[in-house]
């Protein structure tokens, strides 16, 4: 075994128990992992402990990485339990599980017809619409918020995610275009009337 | 603010994602580009749902690990012997 990652972490080092390599690994992949951790549980002490947890966790089972999936997978993977486990502790009424009327496409259909796509970077991007796409992100339930940051803002792609959650391609296809579905919604109630104050002015 | 309620548009709402992705099989992609060309409302969709993805995959998104976090966790995985300044 001799994979590395783009920013040369050794597998094979970190299986030998080389602690200078772990702590590569630990700030190679903190800053997205706390930031899984704001996301899902919503606040700084939470996050940190899924943090603590995760790097934990990945400490004591280093041995036994088999390298199926990559390391960074394989650390979302840990990273995405711990955040789950600690929202089933915290809001036992949370479902994790299924989502209500997965395969039904009804509640996908789009009221917000309007073309904000061109209003530019700036505009988009103003202390204002940053707050509104946070809120946006913050308000999807769950089990979509989870498959969208990895898949939509961390990068992962769909099979990655799927291993990450343990769940299948399409199930994590099906999470991912409500969850881009509803956040659309949201973004363009907001724009839309960004659009109608500009073409006010 | 318009009712989307197309029939072929519904159908279709679905493979949008997937389509996005680069994940669509030929023949459904051709067939979404065919009714794209066409509605209006579904390009709008395609659209704003494409610039959603990029402005949450902006840059700005993506705070570092705060320093005070990255002390702790260190420590806490007895590793404070390799807390060094971050390497930038």
């Keep these: 075994m001799n994979k590395t990652t783009p920013n040369e972490i050794s597998l094979e080092a970190l299986i030998a128990g080389d602690r200078a390599e772990f702590a590569r690994l630990v700030d190679e992949y903190s800053s997205p992992i706390y930031r899984l951790g704001l996301r899902m549980l919503g606040n700084p002490q939470d996050a940190e402990d899924v943090l603590q947890n995760t790097f934990l966790n990945a400490l004591t089972h280093i041995q036994h990485f088999e390298g199926r999936s990559s390391l960074a997978t394989w650390l979302y993977r840990i990273a995405a339990n711990e955040a789950l486990m600690l929202i089933r502790k915290k809001k036992p009424e949370v479902n994790l599980e299924d989502v209500e009327g997965e395969e039904e496409a009804e509640d996908l259909r789009p009221t917000q017809i309007v073309d904000w796509s061109a209003l530019p970077e700036d505009e988009l991007l103003s202390g204002e619409g940053k707050k509104v796409l946070d809120a946006a992100v913050n308000q999807l339930p769950e089990s979509l918020r989870i498959v969208f940051l990895l898949r939509d803002v961390e990068g992962l792609s769909i099979k990655e995610t799927a291993e990450a959650l343990n769940l299948t391609e399409t199930n994590v296809k099906t999470r991912l275009l409500r969850a881009r579905m509803a956040l659309r919604e949201q973004l363009s109630a907001y724009y839309s009337e960004r659009l109608t104050a500009r073409s006010e002015k | ?88």
């Excluded at chain 2, 976090?69 to 012997?81: I, S």
């Design chain 2, 1 to 88: 603010m318009t009712e989307h309620t197309h029939t072929k548009c519904e159908e279709l709402l679905g493979s949008l994602s997937a389509y996005i992705d680069g994940d669509l099989n030929p023949e459904l992609c051709h067939e979404l580009e065919k009714h794209l060309a066409e509605c209006d409302n579904c390009r709008i969709v395609l659209n704003t749902t494409k610039r959603t993805i990029d402005l949450v995959q902006t840059p700005l998104e993506k705070p570092d690990l705060p320093e005070d976090v990255r002390e702790r966790l260190f420590k806490r995985l007895n590793l404070d012997h390799y807390l060094t300044p971050k390497p930038k």
